[in-house]
């Protein structure tokens, strides 16, 4: 059956920052959508075409798999891969101008990681073995028992289910982070916060860009991408957002926001410190730069003192604070919300309204009765006490471990930090030799919207022992002066060139 | 305190077909955003200002008590009302080009109905005495108790929650309305469903328009008006869509796609015929539109023979298929799904992904657990044998009461109807009088977004008794007869006009 598809004109952009996976498949989808590839037609074997183009045969077969898993290909044991039938009209369908760049595989979320991976340092989410279940049963049953029920299954308010609602104002006001001219609104957990505020901001207007930090989490950066925002990059370091670049980034953009996220940035995992704080805050009054305060992980501090939240120093309204239970209960639950002056909540709320009418009520009560019972404090404590000797043996084993001129943040807190691997190393080509070892991890150029952060990669060590933590970090170690070592053999080959 | 505000000088479209009071409220913030009213002004009373511009009393309080709770203003009991401090700063920093007038009011979700409405005809929404809260009771402690309760709890798939997903795609085969070649993904309900799919197919490119049945559910006619997607209004009557004017539409204006909901339309209740699904599949396919067909309500068929859904005709792969349970079970957990071509859905996915990340997992494990059961089964039965009754009602109060000249649409099942006044009536200006009766409706103009459907008003009467919906429908008769007497006696006071 079927022809055989040639590739083999495929080309690479290699200063993209796009992993060649991603570029392969989508080069291999446009074939299929422009009607170049017909329905039933059969690739040739990863081996072949990874000759052909010059890839490492790992790359051509997570494209492949890329591709099967969104149905566009079909994978026959023995027999190959082929063009799904069916795959092209639908293409043709679907807005050929929608910017599939600006949308991101399905790397972190959800998908089982590749079989062979038993050290997974890519996943940033909690440990499943630390999940408080007992508690969490006790109490899910209580609301269910409870007269409440009836109110939860009945449509509710596009604001929020209203005890939970309250509770939160009422804590937040205790804490000093809210005002009386602020309210509250509860989203789908803190992503769909990010999204609802883009979409507000940028609606029809993208003449004033955002400004983020750089490295920045890919999803937050999607969001941004997707609305249409142009984006200045605000560096990131040991302090967290550089205060000074973003004054600079202020005075050359005007950005119309600023997304800071002062605790445990992800993917740094370092936080902003109290004079950048206070700064930044200034520098927003100041500009009429509007903060939005993306604290989703503040409470998982190990160690170290907690520092003051931008909506708390903030005495001219200008920020926007984003919290979320995901990180620090239930991730599955999906229950975040965004505090702010009363006119931008009530315009996001419209919004919310006609994305999904309002969030699920039921994990909203449960939250609720878990975070009221105090079995919340008692868990966060726990996951304190554990994620300290998470981070320890994180910290520990890059020092032992790394290749010399290797560097990496040292968090206080939070479920990531960032390593960088000494030049000439790129982050993207270690890791199909760490996943041969059974690790793996996100390389750094997935943290930013342009060619950066080559060199960088994201160690996740929420979900794992320390033993796990140390053992991954000591393959990584290993597959990076594999790598190394590779690269030295083969410039000893070939003329010596500058390194871009 | 505060001067008093001047509002004299605010004109209102009558042919705009948005609501009085709406316009009200947006000329009030309009002057507010532009620093035409400060923080701390007085409002003038609602009598007061009723009278300097020509309104009804209850349409300026409308306005303000739209606006005091989004926080614009703040009313003081015994003093008036009031703008808000920090009102304007925040409006000007939120962009000024968003197109408000394409974000609904909070009028149907959540917000309770005004404190005299005893009869509220405006909710759709089910009966909350009628929900089968033990059997909810008992199957979500099942879930919470059984081993998946880990699974629920971590962070899950963009796709949606495996054994639910697995469940609806085998049903839904095993009904012949899913192919080989189709997926599905969960959503946030079906309202997300239409947001991501206008999202998709009007990213960047509102080249080709989308055609919409009219009258048709506001929270449908806002998703694709915030997409950007300029609209065809295709008349709906009593057979459901008219496939000639559908016809006439793709051949003017080749929309990308159509929406149409076969079952028990909202606001029309009624079905489109055997005939007209297969003409509308037949004109589809010849076109390349994509049919989205949104059937939330098809299991709500209270007499007559069930019709095969448009994705069950469709042979060429041509019809996305909206469903949710939010109709036929508990509304306040939020899912519904999609099932369409597996490329599609997964391009949705990734969409949902930069959205939500997914949807709350523990509802769709509790709602996976009622269907199994064969208690949603049980449930559907009795809500079909209790909706009959309401439909009777509705159905024979309408021949009994209404004023000669009025008409209205007769469904088979659904939660609501329409019901047409004669001329010269105009629903919104009757709705006051039913107000004053204790009586609520939604007025036609709220279902298009062109000025159409001034004598039509939708009735929901599905959360009430078929005594509440006798007793709501002669009410609604009376103030229409006021109305028209009012008129009447109006017009012979004038000089005869031709009525527009």
Chains 1, 2 share one sequence.
């Not at 939860?152 to 000093?176: C, K, T, V």
């Not at 955002?210 to 370091?237: C, K, N, Q, T, W």
Request: aromatic residues 6%; proline residues 6%; contains cysteine.
């Amino acid at each position: 059956m079927g022809r055989l598809a040639d590739l083999s004109q495929i080309t690479f952009d290699t200063e993209s920052g796009v992993p060649l996976y991603r570029q392969l498949a989508d080069s291999i989808r446009a074939l299929i959508e422009h009607g170049r590839l017909q329905g039933g037609q059969r690739l040739p074997a990863t081996r072949e075409l990874a000759t052909q183009l010059g890839l490492n045969r790992a790359t051509v077969s997570a494209a492949y798999n890329m591709l099967e898993e969104s149905g566009v290909l079909q994978g026959h044991v023995g027999r190959g891969s082929f063009v799904a039938k069916g795959a092209a009209a639908l293409a043709e369908a679907v807005n050929p101008g929608l910017d599939w760049e600006a949308i991101l595989p399905a790397l972190e979320f959800g998908s089982a990681p590749a079989a062979n991976i038993e050290i997974n340092l890519a996943s940033s989410r909690p440990a499943a073995a630390n999940f408080p279940l007992a508690a969490f049963r006790r109490l899910a049953k209580e609301v269910i028992d409870s007269p409440e029920a009836e109110t939860i299954l009945q449509l509710g308010s596009p604001h929020g289910y209203g005890p939970l609602r309250r509770y939160l104002m009422d804590q937040a006001a205790a804490e000093g982070v809210a005002r009386p001219s602020d309210d509250l609104l509860m989203t789908n957990g803190c992503q769909q916060a990010l999204d609802l505020i883009a979409r507000l901001f940028f609606a029809g207007d993208a003449a004033r860009p955002v400004a983020l930090e750089s490295p920045v989490y890919h999803g937050l950066l999607r969001v941004f991408a997707r609305a249409g925002a142009s984006m200045i990059p605000v560096p990131v370091d040991q302090d967290g957002m550089d205060a000074e670049a973003l004054e600079a980034a202020i005075a050359r953009g005007n950005p119309r926001l600023a997304v800071v996220t002062p605790s445990f940035q992800n993917p740094m995992g370092t936080t902003l410190s109290l004079e950048r704080r206070k700064r930044i805050v200034e520098l927003a009054q100041r500009s009429g730069t509007v903060l939005i305060e993306n604290d989703i992980y503040s409470e998982l501090r190990y160690r170290g003192p907690a520092l003051p939240t931008l909506k708390e120093l903030d005495k001219a309204g200008n920020v926007i604070l984003l919290r979320s239970y995901s990180k620090v209960s239930f991730p599955g639950l999906r229950v975040g919300w965004v505090i702010g002056p009363r006119p931008l909540i009530a315009r996001l709320a419209e919004s919310k309204q006609i994305c999904d009418l309002h969030s699920d009520q039921l994990s909203q009560a449960v939250l609720l009765r878990f975070a009221q019972s105090g079995e919340l404090a008692k868990h966060l404590q726990q996951t304190r006490v554990a994620g300290l000797r998470r981070l320890e043996a994180a910290l520990s084993a890059c020092e032992k471990y790394l290749p010399k001129g290797s560097s990496f943040t040292r968090p206080d807190g939070g479920m990531c930090y960032w390593i960088e691997l000494p030049a000439p190393l790129n982050a993207e080509n270690v890791l199909p030799r760490a996943e041969k070892r059974g690790v793996s991890y996100l390389p750094g150029t997935l943290f930013s919207n342009r060619p950066a952060h080559r060199r960088g990669l994201r160690v996740s060590f929420g979900g794992l022992t320390p033993e796990q933590i140390t053992r991954g970090i000591k393959l990584i170690a290993e597959a990076a002066m594999e790598e190394l070592g590779m690269l030295n053999a083969h410039s000893r080959l070939e003329p010596v060139a500058a390194i871009v």
